[in-house]
C-alpha cells in the first residue's frame, strides 16, 4: 500500500511519536496507541482536492478529523459521511468506492436499532464559506486488525465518503444522504 506522506498538525501528534517534548514511545503500549495511522486527501467530484482527514486508533476505536476547505457555497449544511470498503475514488461518481464497511450486513444508521453498521458515521456540517472542522469517533473499524471489528487496511482498502445530503441515522441503505460528495482513499500516513 502506498504511504500517504502528509504533515499531522501538531496538535495531532501523540506523544512518544515526534516532538521535542513528547517522552519515548513505550514499547508495551503497542501499536494500537503508538501509531497515528492514516489519513486521507479529500477530493470532490471535480477532482479538486478540498481537505484531509486523520485517523488515530486509540483504545476502544479510531478518532477522524475532518478538515475541508473550498467547498463550494452550495454544498452548506450537513453531509451523511461513511467509511465505504474500497479504497477507490478514482471514477466520476466515487462510486468505486464500494458500498459501506458492513460485513456482518448489519442495518444502517446510528439511530436504527438493528444498526448500525461498521460505516456508520456522524453528519459532518460544511459552513456557508466552504470551511469544515469535525471529528468523530467510531469503535466499528480498526486501523491494527483488531478481533471483532473490520480493518480499514485490507485486501482493498477503505475510503471516507461524505455524500450530498444529511444521513437520517435510520432508513437503509444510506439515510436518504444522496449521491456522492467528497472521497478520499485511506492510506498509512507517512510522519
Ligand atoms: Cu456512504
Redesign the pocket.
Known sequence: MAVLRIALPAFLVLGGITGACAQPADPAEGPAIASAGAAAILIDRNREEIGRAIFQQGPTGVLITIEMDGLPESAAGWH???L?SIGDCSNEDFTSSG??INPDGRSHGLLNPDGPDN?DLPNIFVHADGTARAQAHTTMVSLDGRDGVPHLFDSDGSAI?L?DNP?DHVSPP?GG?GA?HVCGVIEVADQ
Do not use: E, F, K, L
Open positions: 451523511g459521511t461513511h465505504h458500498g459501506h460505516a465518503v455524500h444521513d444510506i444522504a456522492r
